[in-house]
């Protein structure tokens, strides 16, 4: 299948579009179609009911900045959930973290796993790390049924359509709030702020009812749509933008600095505008 155009349509409206080196793998999973490529721009490509998920050249944005900003929020960081993300690449951001002690990841969709596995082990090479544990479970029943035990709760979920919906719900960011510590942090992927601005503005609502601080943020990820991406954190009593940034310990990044940190918060006025909208 040399130099065949993949194509993500991103809205009813907007593609976009790689050319392919191969389809490494195909597969319709218990829960959705999975498609591994190797793309001539992005390198390897993992896609999920035709939404690009990650790529090996961009793929390190969104995994320190989903893990990071938390990471290095929270004042003790010892166990650490991941909801979805079953390519691994939160886990091999939070397993550099030197205070965590246990990282759980909860992944509906064993094919994901296996796959990223298989085809991107740069990204999921962490699941064998010895911190780490591996669940194959709805991550809203695993929620359901834990009380103030995480430290902090990472939500990595696809677009808000078929098996994450639930994923974006005030009923489930209720159920997050009960299963973290006195001090605990969520952070969600949120979508993007050009093509996705109810949605930003409904979560927030929810976040900011919910916890005390309610925080939107910012980064550059060419593959998803708009390359414009935001991620929502729910902290109760740690502000992310008061975080003393001279003692966040230097690691081995490419996109997430302390500086960065900080930076991340101050949104454009149109985004910002959206929050108060
Ligand atoms: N999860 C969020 C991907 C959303 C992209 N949306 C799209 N391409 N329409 C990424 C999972 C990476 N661990």
């Not at 009593?237 to 930076?263: G, S």
């Amino acid at each position: 299948m040399q130099g065949v155009w993949f194509t993500e349509l991103q809205n009813s409206g907007l593609g976009i579009s790689c050319r392919t080196k191969a389809v490494l793998h195909q597969e319709k999973t218990k829960f959705q179609n999975l498609l591994m490529l190797d793309t001539e721009v992005f390198g390897r490509m993992l896609v999920l009911d035709g939404a690009i998920q990650t790529s090996i050249k961009d793929e390190f944005v969104y995994h320190e900045m989903i893990s990071l900003v938390a990471l290095n929020t929270h004042p003790d960081p010892r166990r650490v959930l991941v909801v979805g993300g079953g390519d691994g690449g939160a886990i091999r951001e939070i397993v550099k973290h030197p205070q965590v002690e246990r990282a759980t990841l909860v992944e509906i969709d064993q094919g994901v796993i296996d796959t990223a596995r298989r085809y991107l082990p740069e990204i999921s090479h962490a699941l064998d790390h010895p911190k780490v544990e591996v669940l194959v479970e709805d991550g809203i029943k695993h929620i359901q049924e834990r009380e103030s035990y995480y430290d902090i709760i990472l939500v990595d979920s696809t677009d808000p359509v078929g098996p994450a919906v639930g994923l974006f719900a005030a009923d489930f960011y209720r159920q997050i709030h009960k299963a973290l510590t006195g001090e605990g942090i969520f952070v969600a992927q949120t979508e993007s702020p050009w093509f996705n601005q109810e949605l930003i503005r409904q979560v927030y609502r929810s976040v900011s009812d919910i916890f005390p601080i309610a925080k939107l943020y910012l980064a550059n990820i060419p593959t998803y749509p708009s390359g414009l991406w935001s991620f929502t954190m729910g902290s109760k009593q740690h502000d992310p933008e008061k975080v003393d940034i001279t003692r966040i310990p230097e690691t081995d990044t490419r996109y997430y600095t302390p500086q960065l940190h900080l930076a991340a918060f101050n949104l454009p006025k149109f985004v910002k505008e959206l929050l108060q909208g």
